[in-house]
């Protein structure tokens, strides 16, 4: 098995357990090399896992360096929060090491999210697993217009506005009311930034569906950001988003679910009355 060992540029992960991790890989057979978000050309075509190794900002980056190609990607605990991880190193056994190794894992395809009809900077690449943001610049907020296969939402009046996928309901999505979903669902989430308006509220769409997004503002500029990356924009600009054609390949161990992690990384439904 050639396995990738991805990290950011710049990170600072601690190399004892990465030298670990390394050594415990090369031990059992798995033949491994060093990538870095700087050069995304370095992954190749024949790895047949990547191991993104840092939180959950590193797991984006190593899916988006990957542009569409069908390698899985295991999220290794060497951040924070970490809610996309599957596993870290600590003091124990780590027998999820010879669960990689051996293929004892699974993978889940998660939705990713395709923008177009705007100009993107150079390197930037149009997909995106968590999330496309619209955020106003100024102090003016934004006149959104929403349409969902050409019918038109009302106006949101607000500071922006959202356009997440399962996987990315726990993330920005949930931080501003929008539902939580299983990350398998074929749905997009739409969810209003801080709205003007009390009787507006997230929507939930088709998978399928093509969602157009178009903007005023007295600043007559905004800010589009696609999970890491972002550039600014003038009034007047649409965008089109829609279910990209190919899916990141998400790695789970058989030993944990979406519902452990709600309970385990976000304290989801904790309540001191639980543990009496």
Not at 37 to 50: C, M, R, V
Not at 68 to 93: C, H, M, S, Y
Not at 260 to 270: E, S, T, Y
């Amino acid at each position: 098995m050639k396995i990738a060992l991805f990290r950011r540029e710049g990170s600072r992960i601690d190399e004892t357990k990465l030298n670990y991790l390394a050594g415990r890989l090369g031990a059992l057979g798995a033949e491994t090399y060093s990538c870095t978000s700087a050069d995304e050309d370095a992954i190749t075509d024949d790895t047949d896992l990547l191991l993104s190794l840092g939180g959950d900002g590193t797991f984006l980056a190593a899916v988006d360096c990957l542009k569409g190609r069908q390698i899985p990607v295991a999220g290794i605990n060497f951040g924070r929060l970490g809610f996309l991880t599957t596993a870290k190193v600590d003091e124990g056994p780590n027998s999820w090491i010879e669960d990689l190794v051996s293929g004892r894992f699974d993978t889940e395809p998660r939705l990713l999210l395709q923008v177009s009809g705007v100009e993107l900077p150079d390197g930037m690449h149009p997909y995106c697993l968590n999330e496309f943001s619209l955020m106003r610049l100024g102090p003016s907020m934004l006149k959104i217009s929403v349409s969902i296969d050409g019918k038109a939402l009302p106006a949101y009046w607000a500071d922006g506005v959202l356009v997440a996928t399962p996987t990315g309901s726990t993330a920005y999505s949930l931080s501003v009311g929008g539902p939580i979903v299983a990350p398998t669902t074929n749905c997009l989430i739409i969810c209003p930034i801080a709205p003007h308006n009390l009787n507006v509220r997230p929507i939930v769409a088709n998978a399928s569906s093509t969602i157009e997004i178009s903007f005023t503002s007295k600043d007559n500029a905004a800010n589009m950001s696609f999970d890491n990356h972002g550039f600014n924009v003038v009034s007047g600009h649409s965008v089109t988003l829609s279910q990209a054609p190919h899916k990141a390949l998400y790695v789970t161990l058989r030993d944990m679910s979406f519902v452990d992690a709600l309970r385990d990384k976000l304290m989801w439904g904790d309540d001191i009355r639980n543990n009496k």
